[in-house]
């Protein structure tokens, strides 16, 4: 998480400083790069600087997640006051958009399926939540919206999840599907194609291929960290000896946060 070497030409940073690479599937697999590695060489625009008030803790929590959330919620663009319908609410993805959209004054509903998260989501900021597993999700989120609908819907299931999202977005508004974790296909009812509703597949390596959105997001995250608008969700912390108990505990369900190894 520091710089080791300088190449030649390099300007932005110095041997030492603490920072974050911006590594997306290019370096995977264009690059041959490795998840787990000590070492990386990676461009200078592909860094972002930490200020020294972002904790290492939050730092290691820097990566994938929040430009996801970032970019998600700048791609859909919803207004002030507007309602976003997103799935996997409990997730750290879903807790880190509750704190995004709070901040940038959109409203969300966060649809859960353990009724134990309700309160917990609700003291996060979320403005509302609905279990799907006991309610009508289009009947509770049109009482919410008073018949308006959301705004648009975010949904990292896909499945019958995205037609329970769709259903419940207004006439001509957008639903991300940005992950498949039912490993099902996308599902939508002919009726909210009807209505112009749009269903896509939103990718964070696309948007990161943007050099106007990446320059955007390495200048606004580590200002939204060091403001604590964004909070690092840690489960647990583990020695790096136990390793096998982390692994463990990240594939677990119902986690709240990321469970970190520590060196």
Same mark, same amino acid.
């Not at 207004?170 to 940005?178: E, F, I, K, S």
């Given at each position: 998480m520091s710089y080791r070497k300088v190449g030649e030409g390099v300007t932005g940073f110095q041997v030492g400083e603490r920072v974050v690479p911006v590594i997306y599937w290019d370096y995977f697999v264009g690059k041959g790069q490795g998840a787990w590695q000590d070492f990386i060489e990676i461009a200078e625009t592909d860094l972002i600087s930490l200020p020294e008030s972002v904790t290492d803790e939050a730092a290691s929590l820097f990566i994938i997640s929040p430009w996801t959330v970032f970019g998600l919620l700048k791609d859909l663009a919803i207004p002030r006051g507007e309602f976003l319908l997103q799935t996997a609410g409990g997730s750290v993805i879903g807790r880190l958009v509750i704190q995004l959209a709070k901040h940038w004054g959109v409203k969300t509903i966060s649809l859960i399926r353990r009724e134990e998260l309700r309160q917990e989501l609700l003291d996060l900021g979320s403005d509302e939540v609905i279990n799907s597993s006991k309610e009508d999700v289009l009947a509770r989120v049109l009482d919410?919206?008073?018949? %308006?609908?959301?705004?648009?819907g975010i949904d990292m299931i896909a499945g019958m999840s995205t037609k329970v999202v769709a259903s419940a977005v %207004?006439?001509?508004?957008?639903?991300?599907?940005?992950g498949m974790i039912s490993s099902q296909d996308v599902v939508v009812a002919a009726h909210d194609l009807m209505r112009k509703v749009n269903v896509t597949f939103w990718n964070l390596t696309r948007y990161l291929k943007s050099k106007e959105r990446k320059q955007d997001l390495l200048a606004t995250l580590p200002g939204l960290f060091e403001n604590k608008v964004l909070t690092p969700l840690v489960a647990n912390k583990v020695q790096f000896s136990h390793y096998k108990k982390a692994l463990l505990e990240s594939m677990a369900s119902g986690r709240s946060g990321k469970v970190l190894l520590l060196h």
């Open positions: 919410i919206t008073q018949g %308006r609908r959301a705004f648009a %207004r006439d001509y508004g957008n639903v991300y599907v940005y």
